[in-house]
């Protein structure tokens, strides 16, 4: 081969190197290194009823604890009034895991005006879609957090109630443990 057409095949495959390099690194910019998973947004529920539902998430599953989703840290709160009778909590989470758009994260209850409720662990599901979000809470199945039924961490029913036009902003980062 002639030494220029050496250059250029050097430089040729130079450039598509680095080239992919910063595809990669612009594709891991979406994903911080410091998160296995995460899931964060509020939205209002939709209901016909006139049902106030709210739930606000700031969950995160640092990138060394990825192999444990128990290791997850945040909070979470929600709303439901109607007719001026309801109940508010603030969770603190003990679970989170994600898979693509759809998120579990459960915690303890640590502050809520529900009789009963402070202590006992709940859990929501949340699925990402745009401004078609949906999300599901473990109490559809188990009864009132104040009743005293707990799910197990990370456990919620299926994401089955629509969020409101314009409130839904969740974000869900995927984990991908190592299998």
């Known amino acids: 081969m002639k030494r220029r057409t050496k ?3 050097l ?3 130079l450039l598509l190197t680095t080239g992919a390099a910063s595809a990669a690194t612009a594709s891991d910019a979406t994903r ?3 998160e296995a998973a995460a899931l964060t947004g509020t939205a209002k529920l939709y209901r016909s009823g006139g049902d ?3 739930f606000s ?3 995160h599953l640092a990138a060394r604890d990825t192999a444990d989703p128990s290791q997850a840290t945040g909070t979470f709160e929600f709303s439901h009034h109607r007719d001026g009778k309801g109940a508010w909590a603030k969770v603190k989470v003990d679970c989170l895991a994600t898979g693509g758009k759809v998120a579990v994260v459960s915690g303890v209850i640590t502050d809520s005006d529900l009789a ?3 202590g006992r662990r709940v859990g929501v ?3 990402d879609l745009g401004s078609h979000d949906r999300l599901g809470y473990s109490w559809m199945m188990s009864g009132s957090p104040g ?8 456990v919620a029913s299926a994401p089955f109630e629509k969020v409101g036009k314009g409130t839904g902003d969740f974000t869900v980062v995927p984990w991908q443990p190592e299998l």
């Not at 009743?147 to 990370?154: A, D, F, I, K, L």
């Open 11 to 13: 430089g040729t495959a």
């Open 7 to 9: 250059i250029v095949v």
């Open 32 to 34: 911080p290194s410091r």
């Open 147 to 154: 009743e005293g039924n707990e799910p197990p961490p990370c």
């Open 52 to 54: 106030d539902m709210t």
């Open 125 to 127: 599901s949340v699925h």
């Open 57 to 59: 998430f700031d969950a």
């Open 116 to 118: 009963g409720a402070e």
